[in-house]
């Protein structure tokens, strides 16, 4: 990349001194322009091409979240990459910025090499698709002058492609079949399933068994046309099957009369033979002339042998009276219904529902009858009023008040005890509207509280309890204080019936929280103190991460441009210097990041997302944070990951801080040209990471303080080595939150090595 490209890139930044890093980072390869808002950004991308934006988020007046969505909304500038880059690091931005339609995410202090790595792949990819869009509207050309058909569907059914032809046959234009599923879109339901099979043949390689099929198809205006195909696939460089090509003609008049009659048929057979009850057919004298394999599964015996028997065979002794009854009920009312008892094969008896109607059957009028078993809803029954009988006799006999509550919201039952309670008689409540019992006040909240679980239960989330504290009118007068306990009640196919509720008096207690109510605002007062210095305590701690970090933003990267000689050549001296700034300005960033962890870690303000991770990529990006000072120490950094390994629940921005400051003491603590080991490895049903080093050792009574916040092992070494003593500190507090374990082997002289377990969360594919 010696030469400049042909590429135009825009830098959108209100800092001029971001812009001017940037650009220093860029323009040795690239056409660089800058703007510092986005409606300046918008104007330039209107007037001129633009290949590539990198845009800031924290922007007067329109932020970059803003500027990236209209970017990618417009049809001129939707494919036009953006990089965007800003000093926020939370996965909340980062959703934010993907949502937006970012391309790349990266988060302020930059790297160099990183900027000029993202924007090559992200230039290439779109160097790629403008060359693939060129050829396809070269291709389009050719496929349109076509007199047939022809379609090229994706491996999954999706429509890459459709020439003239084939648009105008269907009323769609080429973008509105594009990217759609042709199946769902223009194959009739009753074929989707045919349809399918041939193209899962064709994907497989079986073109022999598919290279002819026909099939309908509708148009936009619902018209249904038949088509006559011949298919074949396109294959990959390495010979895989990418795309299905079809050609076809339209056959619609020679063939639709023979689908109509194949499809009635096969219509009729497919909800006869897949119907959920049992299906019999009988001529008028009671014999059966077919029946589904349901029926034979319901009675037992063979579909041949039904065929051979009687509805006498069938129905219980008691009920062969009722045959004639039936077909004289059907007659006059085209339909009827009843339940019956059946005996099986076996000589058991099953309680059933039939439902008889008059058809036509090859040519002839016959019965069809639906026959249902309802053993279970029978049972059901007899259960319901077992039940029914046991919750009188429990809500008869409680301190509480049970009582049940229609939908319309009046008492359908109350039990005796609200005599006591209230006053009042279950046969006199039953008769009281809400505005008789309760205050104005809580008629509102009941409600408003039932209107809410209509809403609720339209959403399928209506199955919860709710409690409310309430007051009641006495017969006498007076108001007495009730808590009410309140679940809704279901039936077995999940429809809403009424309220169970039980409801008790309150009074003592409520006159104990008045009491306690007094001495708590005197509380409050004192208290209400301590929240503003606490909030001055974190408005504080949340500044100073900004102001800290933002100017460490350029003191990282203009070091790198001057260390890495971007600016100008170095002598030895003044490289060793640079070496020594940006190693400096390591430390005071993980210092910094340490000491802001703990101030929040203390207010208790800090959150933690645990996601699905790789133990692998958090280890890997910790020890590429640290391969500068490796490096300069001639480290080994040795990886031992078990392949396979399982999958953890971690948060991605704390989970790091963890791991800096065990290998942060390792890089530290090791001789030159020594080796550091990382292990990671499935141990009984954990993640077991093992950090080793071959460095000073910690003494075997020093061990257990090695993790209290602020301690170090012995003031000369650490002044030596430098370090705050809160690196291990932290990593305890991290280990805590992930349910995770960390320990210390060592021996004075001899090397540490730390281990840290995790739980598993699942296996990794």
């Given at each position: 990349?010696?030469?400049?490209?042909?590429?135009?890139?825009?830098?959108?930044?209100?800092?001029?001194?971001?812009?001017?890093?940037?650009?220093?980072?860029?323009?040795?390869?690239?056409?660089?322009?800058?703007?510092?808002?986005?409606?300046?950004?918008?104007?330039?991308?209107?007037?001129?091409?633009?290949?590539?934006?990198?845009?800031?988020?924290?922007?007067?007046?329109?932020?970059?979240?803003?500027?990236?969505?209209?970017?990618?909304?417009?049809?001129?500038?939707?494919?036009?990459?953006?990089?965007?880059?800003?000093?926020?690091?939370?996965?909340?931005?980062?959703?934010?910025?993907?949502?937006?339609?970012?391309?790349?995410?990266?988060?302020?202090?930059?790297?160099?090499?990183?900027?000029?790595?993202?924007?090559?792949?992200?230039?290439?990819?779109?160097?790629?698709?403008?060359?693939?869009?060129?050829?396809?509207?070269?291709?389009?050309?050719?496929?349109?002058?076509?007199?047939?058909?022809?379609?090229?569907?994706?491996?999954?059914?999706?429509?890459?492609?459709?020439?003239?032809?084939?648009?105008?046959?269907?009323?769609?234009?080429?973008?509105?079949?594009?990217?759609?599923?042709?199946?769902?879109?223009?194959?009739?339901?009753?074929?989707?399933?045919?349809?399918?099979?041939?193209?899962?043949?064709?994907?497989?390689?079986?073109?022999?068994?598919?290279?002819?099929?026909?099939?309908?198809?509708?148009?936009?205006?619902?018209?249904?046309?038949?088509?006559?195909?011949?298919?074949?696939?396109?294959?990959?460089?390495?010979?895989?099957?990418?795309?299905?090509?079809?050609?076809?003609?339209?056959?619609?008049?020679?063939?639709?009369?023979?689908?109509?009659?194949?499809?009635?048929?096969?219509?009729?057979?497919?909800?006869?033979?897949?119907?959920?009850?049992?299906?019999?057919?009988?001529?008028?004298?009671?014999?059966?002339?077919?029946?589904?394999?349901?029926?034979?599964?319901?009675?037992?015996?063979?579909?041949?042998?039904?065929?051979?028997?009687?509805?006498?065979?069938?129905?219980?002794?008691?009920?062969?009276?009722?045959?004639?009854?039936?077909?004289?009920?059907?007659?006059?009312?085209?339909?009827?219904?009843?339940?019956?008892?059946?005996?099986?094969?076996?000589?058991?008896?099953?309680?059933?529902?039939?439902?008889?109607?008059?058809?036509?059957?090859?040519?002839?009028?016959?019965?069809?009858?639906?026959?249902?078993?309802?053993?279970?809803?029978?049972?059901?029954?007899?259960?319901?009023?077992?039940?029914?009988?046991?919750?009188?006799?429990?809500?008869?006999?409680?301190?509480?008040?049970?009582?049940?509550?229609?939908?319309?919201?009046?008492?359908?039952?109350?039990?005796?005890?609200?005599?006591?309670?209230?006053?009042?008689?279950?046969?006199?409540?039953?008769?009281?509207?809400?505005?008789?019992?309760?205050?104005?006040?809580?008629?509102?909240?009941?409600?408003?509280?039932?209107?809410?679980?209509?809403?609720?239960?339209?959403?399928?989330?209506?199955?919860?309890?709710?409690?409310?504290?309430?007051?009641?009118?006495?017969?006498?007068?007076?108001?007495?204080?009730?808590?009410?306990?309140?679940?809704?009640?279901?039936?077995?196919?999940?429809?809403?019936?009424?309220?169970?509720?039980?409801?008790?008096?309150?009074?003592?207690?409520?006159?104990?929280?008045?009491?306690?109510?007094?001495?708590?605002?005197?509380?409050?007062?004192?208290?209400?103190?301590?929240?503003?210095?606490?909030?001055?305590?974190?408005?504080?701690?949340?500044?100073?991460?900004?102001?800290?970090?933002?100017?460490?933003?350029?003191?990282?990267?203009?070091?790198?441009?001057?260390?890495?000689?971007?600016?100008?050549?170095?002598?030895?001296?003044?490289?060793?210097?640079?070496?020594?700034?940006?190693?400096?300005?390591?430390?005071?960033?993980?210092?910094?990041?340490?000491?802001?962890?703990?101030?929040?870690?203390?207010?208790?303000?800090?959150?933690?997302?645990?996601?699905?991770?790789?133990?692998?990529?958090?280890?890997?990006?910790?020890?590429?944070?640290?391969?500068?000072?490796?490096?300069?120490?001639?480290?080994?950094?040795?990886?031992?990951?078990?392949?396979?390994?399982?999958?953890?629940?971690?948060?991605?921005?704390?989970?790091?801080?963890?791991?800096?400051?065990?290998?942060?003491?390792?890089?530290?603590?090791?001789?030159?040209?020594?080796?550091?080991?990382?292990?990671?490895?499935?141990?009984?049903?954990?993640?077991?990471?093992?950090?080793?080093?071959?460095?000073?050792?910690?003494?075997?009574?020093?061990i257990d303080n090695i993790f209290e916040r602020f301690y170090q092992i012995d003031a000369s070494k650490s002044r030596k080595y430098g370090g705050s003593g809160m690196g291990l500190y932290v990593s305890k507090t991290i280990t805590d939150i992930h349910n995770g374990d960390i320990w210390v082997e060592s021996n004075e002289g001899s090397g540490t090595t730390v281990h840290v377990t995790f739980p598993v969360l699942s296996r990794s594919k």
């Amino acid at each position: 990349m010696d030469e400049k490209t042909g590429y135009k890139i825009l830098i959108v930044d209100d800092d001029p001194l971001n812009v001017k890093l940037l650009e220093t980072f860029l323009s040795k390869y690239h056409a660089v322009r800058g703007a510092y808002s986005g409606e300046e950004a918008l104007e330039i991308l209107e007037s001129g091409p633009v290949d590539l934006v990198i845009l800031d988020i924290m922007m007067p007046g329109m932020d970059g979240y803003e500027v990236c969505r209209r970017i990618k909304s417009s049809e001129s500038t939707k494919f036009i990459p953006v990089i965007i880059i800003t000093a926020l690091s939370s996965k909340d931005d980062r959703i934010r910025g993907i949502e937006a339609g970012a391309d790349e995410f990266l988060v302020k202090p930059i790297d160099r090499v990183e900027v000029l790595t993202r924007v090559r792949t992200l230039l290439k990819n779109k160097q790629l698709y403008d060359e693939l869009k060129r050829e396809k509207d070269r291709v389009q050309n050719y496929l349109d002058v076509a007199g047939c058909i022809i379609v090229a569907l994706n491996r999954d059914g999706t429509v890459k492609l459709a020439n003239k032809k084939c648009c105008q046959l269907l009323g769609y234009t080429e973008q509105e079949l594009e990217g759609k599923k042709w199946i769902e879109l223009v194959i009739p339901e009753e074929e989707r399933q045919k349809v399918s099979l041939v193209f899962e043949n064709i994907s497989d390689g079986n073109l022999e068994s598919a290279r002819i099929n026909e099939n309908s198809i509708l148009t936009r205006a619902g018209d249904e046309r038949i088509i006559h195909w011949n298919n074949s696939y396109l294959k990959d460089s390495e010979g895989n099957i990418t795309e299905i090509l079809s050609s076809g003609s339209d056959v619609t008049e020679e063939r639709i009369a023979t689908i109509k009659l194949q499809t009635s048929e096969s219509k009729f057979r497919a909800l006869f033979e897949n119907a959920a009850d049992a299906i019999i057919i009988f001529d008028f004298d009671c014999n059966i002339i077919d029946v589904n394999s349901v029926a034979s599964d319901l009675f037992g015996y063979p579909v041949d042998t039904l065929r051979q028997m009687t509805q006498y065979d069938l129905l219980a002794s008691e009920f062969n009276d009722r045959c004639q009854e039936i077909l004289a009920d059907a007659m006059d009312n085209k339909f009827s219904r009843f339940e019956v008892t059946c005996e099986k094969k076996d000589g058991t008896r099953v309680p059933v529902e039939m439902g008889v109607r008059i058809i036509e059957y090859d040519g002839n009028p016959a019965l069809l009858s639906n026959v249902r078993d309802i053993s279970e809803r029978k049972n059901a029954e007899r259960i319901l009023r077992e039940s029914e009988h046991k919750f009188r006799i429990l809500a008869e006999n409680a301190n509480d008040v049970i009582w049940t509550l229609s939908k319309e919201g009046k008492f359908t039952y109350t039990s005796p005890s609200v005599f006591k309670l209230r006053g009042y008689t279950p046969e006199e409540v039953a008769l009281q509207s809400f505005d008789e019992i309760f205050p104005p006040e809580y008629v509102n909240i009941l409600q408003n509280a039932m209107d809410n679980f209509r809403h609720k239960l339209l959403e399928g989330k209506g199955n919860y309890s709710e409690t409310f504290e309430l007051e009641q009118y006495h017969k006498d007068g007076s108001i007495i204080w009730t808590e009410a306990i309140v679940n809704p009640v279901f039936d077995e196919e999940g429809d809403f019936q009424f309220f169970l509720g039980a409801t008790r008096d309150i009074s003592e207690r409520k006159k104990a929280e008045e009491e306690i109510s007094l001495y708590t605002e005197e509380l409050a007062k004192v208290n209400e103190e301590l929240k503003t210095l606490e909030r001055m305590k974190d408005e504080f701690i949340s500044n100073l991460s900004h102001e800290l970090k933002t100017p460490l933003i350029s003191i990282k990267g203009y070091s790198e441009l001057v260390h890495d000689e971007v600016l100008g050549p170095l002598n030895s001296k003044q490289k060793d210097a640079m070496k020594t700034v940006l190693d400096k300005y390591d430390h005071l960033s993980f210092l910094m990041d340490s000491l802001i962890y703990m101030s929040i870690v203390k207010s208790g303000k800090v959150k933690y997302r645990l996601d699905p991770i790789r133990i692998e990529d958090t280890l890997t990006k910790v020890v590429d944070y640290f391969s500068f000072r490796s490096q300069e120490k001639n480290l080994l950094i040795v990886f031992d990951f078990q392949e396979h390994l399982p999958l953890m629940k971690g948060d991605v921005e704390y989970l790091p801080y963890l791991f800096r400051s065990i290998i942060d003491n390792a890089v530290k603590f090791s001789p030159n040209g020594s080796e550091i080991l990382i292990r990671a490895f499935e141990d009984n049903e954990n993640i077991h990471v093992v950090v080793a080093d071959s460095g000073i050792g910690i003494p075997k009574n020093e061990i257990d303080n090695i993790f209290e916040r602020f301690y170090q092992i012995d003031a000369s070494k650490s002044r030596k080595y430098g370090g705050s003593g809160m690196g291990l500190y932290v990593s305890k507090t991290i280990t805590d939150i992930h349910n995770g374990d960390i320990w210390v082997e060592s021996n004075e002289g001899s090397g540490t090595t730390v281990h840290v377990t995790f739980p598993v969360l699942s296996r990794s594919k």
